[in-house]
């Protein structure tokens, strides 16, 4: 970690004197979640501190649509991404023409969009939902058919979750996540007995069928906080496990894990230089923005 501290040091006089707070994902680097974030959290917890924000200028350490998040929920504040081209292969995966089209096949079905969307999409969209309440948010739907976009696994975690409902879906995948295999975890837990298997919702339904829990990533720290297994593994991304690895020194991590190109983009060079420059600005159109917030507040307040 020493290495890093000229660039921590920096990073955290520059974020006092611009007034800025750096909102950062799970899925961000331990010198990153440690050394410079002033809020850590899943996509939901990233979205709901947004709309407590105080500081003049937000630094969204995270995937491009985390950062249109928090601009579309604060308009007035300048949003920033250290890197603009950190992407993710959900949001990549529809367009708002691909909404009109799952409207035509499913009419009258509302659409519940993942945050993992642009904010045209969500502009698209009905509401929002995050790993963290997208079960909740189908259950309190009044329609007997959901569609949801765009992770197909996500939507046939929560239709088995959800059996009441009739859950249609598009078919897009995190690249991190559709690697993992269910023969993956049986071998694993062939090898490893004591291992408490841990996997995000963005896995194949039968990934999450062997797992021990699945949950969004905050969910997962939640688990290990209450569980203190003697040995984990995090069927995620790889930072998860070492941004809580200290916190729980009697826990074990073990197993493979993805990384993902798009969030190992932001580094703390590109964040100190984007605090400086003030350039990497995330602008989403007030029209777009104004459609898009209505999706998302009204994920926020169905999740209280
Ligand atoms: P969470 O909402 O669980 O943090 O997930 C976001 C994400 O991109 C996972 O791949
Ligand atoms: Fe997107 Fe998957 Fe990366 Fe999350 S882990 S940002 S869902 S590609």
């Not at 929560?158 to 991190?176: F, H, L, T």
């Not at 984007?274 to 350039?279: A, D, I, K, V």
């Amino acid at each position: 970690f020493a290495r890093y501290a000229p660039y921590i040091r920096a990073i955290n006089r520059l974020k006092a004197e611009k007034n800025a707070v750096i909102l950062a994902h799970n899925y961000m680097t331990p010198e990153i979640y440690h050394g410079v974030a002033d809020v850590v959290g899943d996509s939901l917890q990233l979205a709901i501190e947004a709309t407590k924000v105080e500081a003049d200028m937000i630094v969204q350490c995270g995937v491009h649509f985390m950062a249109e998040t928090s601009k579309i929920l604060n308009p007035q504040k300048r949003v920033l991404i250290p890197d603009v081209t950190a992407g993710c292969s959900l949001a990549e995966s529809i367009t708002p023409e691909g909404i009109a089209e799952m409207r035509a096949k499913y009419p009258g079905a509302p659409v519940v969009s993942y945050v993992n969307t642009t904010a045209e999409v969500k502009a698209a969209s009905d509401i929002c939902c995050t790993s963290a309440n997208a079960a909740q948010i189908v259950a309190a739907l009044p329609e007997d058919t959901v569609i949801m976009t765009p992770d197909q696994y996500l939507a046939q975690n929560v239709a088995r979750d959800v059996p009441q409902k009739r859950v249609v879906w598009w078919a897009g995948s995190c690249i991190v996540h559709e690697q993992y295999t269910a023969q993956d975890l049986r071998d694993f837990r062939a090898a490893h007995p004591q291992t408490h298997i841990i996997a995000h919702p963005e896995c194949p339904p039968d990934v999450v069928a062997e797992a021990d829990y699945s949950g969004s990533t905050s969910g997962i720290i939640d688990y290990v906080a209450r569980h203190h297994p003697r040995e984990a593994m995090l069927v995620t991304e790889c930072s998860m496990a070492s941004n809580i690895a200290d916190a729980y020194p009697g826990v074990e991590f073990l197993g493979p894990c993805n990384m993902c190109p798009y969030m190992k983009k932001i580094s703390l060079e590109k964040i100190l230089w984007t605090l400086h420059s003030g350039t990497e600005e995330v602008m989403v159109d007030p029209d777009v923005a104004a459609k898009a917030r209505i999706a998302v507040e009204r994920m926020i307040t169905l999740s209280r």
